[in-house]
């Protein structure tokens, strides 16, 4: 497996993700950046465009999901919560949502995901091998908004507090939708808000 970190366009920045099989199969997660940055990377691999996952359905995490589906006819993933088509939730319809704790095979890479409601109603997060994808759920140091709409305090807290009691190994590393990479084990010792979730005390 190869991995990439594509930084998605201004003014957001948003952190996103592809990774390629060692049959050629490619992965976008969090479809942020322009639909060719991708399409460069895939074609220096030899490789193809087969899945695209969004963590949540903002529009600074979906920028490009239509174009990349149409062009290289990739199966779209994404919560039906976050489908709304509106200013933040632009995308409309998606080719399947996630099952809670299932696992999505793509040749070697094994995807175990994980709803993690609060910044979002359909926000995910998603562990490959030693990748722990968190879109806006966690951040290094942080954690995402919930003053947007759909945005929930009280489930972002119940969802740290979820994340908190996974098997996710401490050296897996936080891949988060914005700002500076982690590792799982960071988070958990000095991330204030996983601690007090943790504790169930109130932000």
């Known amino acids: 497996m190869k991995a990439y970190h594509v930084v998605g366009q201004a003014p957001m920045y948003t952190n996103t993700f592809l990774l390629i099989s060692e049959a050629g199969h490619g992965v976008v997660i969090d479809p942020a950046a322009a ?3 991708y399409g460069q990377l895939l074609r220096k691999e030899g490789a193809s465009l087969t899945h695209i996952f969004c ?3 903002h529009f600074d995490h979906v920028g490009s999901a239509a174009e990349l589906k149409e062009e ?3 199966k779209l993933w994404c919560e039906s919560a976050d489908l709304e088509g509106g200013q933040f939730y632009p995308l409309t319809q998606a ?3 996630y099952q809670e704790g299932g696992v999505i095979q793509v040749d070697e890479m094994s995807f175990t995901v994980w709803h993690t409601p ?6 995910v997060c998603l562990l490959c091998g ?3 994808f968190t879109g806006d759920t966690l951040f290094a140091g942080s954690v995402g908004r919930t003053d947007l709409p759909g945005g929930s305090t009280r489930q972002l807290s119940d969802s740290l507090r979820k ?6 190994p401490p050296t897996a590393q936080v891949l988060p939708g914005h700002g500076d990479l982690s590792t799982f084990g960071e988070e958990l010792k000095n991330n204030w808000y996983i ?3 943790v504790s169930r005390q109130d932000w």
């Not at 609060?118 to 926000?123: D, E, I, Q, R």
């Not at 994340?163 to 996710?168: D, Q, R, V």
């Open 118 to 123: 609060g910044h979002t109603p359909g926000s």
């Open 35 to 37: 639909a060719a940055d």
């Open 163 to 168: 994340l908190a009691g996974l098997p996710i």
């Open 195 to 197: 601690r007090k979730s």
């Open 55 to 57: 963590t949540h359905g």
């Open 72 to 74: 290289w006819n990739a």
């Open 130 to 132: 030693e990748y722990l």
């Open 95 to 97: 080719d399947s949502g």
